[in-house]
């Protein structure tokens, strides 16, 4: 069985298809290398340089694929304030273009990468695939407009689809030809942060005032090869043509201020650190009600926060 994987070079693409090779599917990789990098792909791979705003690109990826896992796409939620005509081209026309290439050569199962950023600011915790979807950003909304398309997409035409909503993810799998790390520039994500901080460089700590219980804000941290594994089993599952929500995470928060004290413990040495006032757009608290995930791909992370601080240690080679 062939895979298409659409962003396969970036982070999480790259870490996912390592992992379909190993359990033997075939992969072909879509990418254009604007934020991923060619290092990642796996050689067993077959890769094809291109973009999915172009439909000759995306009609050649798909030659010979029976099924698609859709992670290219622009993901930063501060450059999507700032550019957010990109995120629409990009997320919403590129997975327009994708979809109807699909449609052409008869593949009717797709696994996308979604977001808990579709929910934005939640009215209730833990957040569950039926609560609203209200998000603060340009990139939560493009990938709650994704959504969306695949659900009409779905009922008119057949697609068997998953939309898999990450919460954070974060650590790192390690390959023969070493760890694949999430290589951002630049670096907005917590635990990369933490990890590299400096006494000269201290990691910033957005706000230490939020209604919880050490003031620091609270995240839901899943690391990224239970997220892959969650997307194996997301494919297997893909047998009728309907389209289905699940969100991603552990299902349980840490504060800025536990991560830090994580990484202090997987580093053996003080995470330097400094007060910041809190990020614009930052909700106080998100965490995944992870039960549909549980029941519908009988998945359940096995991996905790202090594996995913060791590994993305290992990755950016601290440690
Ligand atoms: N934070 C800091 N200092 C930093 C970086 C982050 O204090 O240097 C704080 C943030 O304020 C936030 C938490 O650490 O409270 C996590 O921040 P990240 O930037 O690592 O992640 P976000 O929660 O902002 O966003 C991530 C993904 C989004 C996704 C979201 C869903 O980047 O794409 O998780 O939960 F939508």
């Known amino acids: 069985m062939r895979i298409l994987v659409t962003g396969g070079a970036g982070y999480i693409g790259s870490t996912a298809v390592r992992m379909l090779i190993e359990k033997g599917f075939d992969v072909t990789v879509l990418d254009d290398l604007s934020t991923g990098h060619r290092d990642a792909i796996s050689s067993s791979a077959t890769f ?3 973009s999915i705003l172009n439909p000759d690109d995306v009609t050649t990826a798909l030659k010979e ?3 698609v896992i859709h992670f290219a796409g622009k993901s930063l939620v501060g450059e999507s304030v700032l550019k957010p005509d990109l995120y629409w081209s990009v997320n919403v026309e590129g997975t327009r273009i994708l979809l109807d290439g699909m449609r052409k050569a008869g593949i009717t199962r797709m696994v996308f990468s979604s977001s808990a ?3 934005g ?4 915790t833990p957040i569950l695939e039926t609560d609203p979807t209200l998000p603060t950003n340009p990139y939560g909304a493009t990938k709650a407009r994704i959504d969306e398309m695949l659900a009409v997409e779905s009922d008119h035409y057949g697609l068997s689809a998953i939309s898999l909503r990450y919460f954070n993810v974060a650590g790192a799998l390690s390959t023969s030809q070493g760890w694949l790390a999430e290589r951002h520039s630049p670096e907005t ?6 990890l590299r901080s400096t006494q000269e460089n201290p990691v910033s700590v957005f706000g230490t005032d939020w209604p919880t219980s050490d003031g620091t804000c609270i995240r839901d941290y899943v690391h990224v090869v239970d997220l892959i594994e969650a997307h194996i089993k997301a494919l297997g599952a893909l047998n009728s043509p309907t389209h289905t929500i699940i969100n991603l995470g552990s299902g349980r928060g840490y504060s800025v201020f536990e991560v830090i004290d994580a990484a202090s413990a997987a580093l053996a040495r003080e995470v ?3 007060k910041s006032p809190r990020r614009d757009g930052d909700p106080a608290v998100l965490v995944a009600d992870i039960s549909r995930a549980k029941t519908l791909l009988s998945w359940a992370p096995t991996r905790d ?3 995913m601080v060791l590994d993305s240690a290992h990755a950016l080679e601290l440690i």
């Open 305 to 307: 926060i202090a594996q």
């Open 65 to 67: 694929c029976d099924a």
């Open 121 to 124: 600011e939640p009215l209730t």
């Open 48 to 50: 094809i340089e291109g």
């Open 272 to 274: 330097h650190r400094r």
């Open 189 to 194: 994500h917590l635990i990369p942060n933490v």
């Open 117 to 119: 950023a579709t929910y």
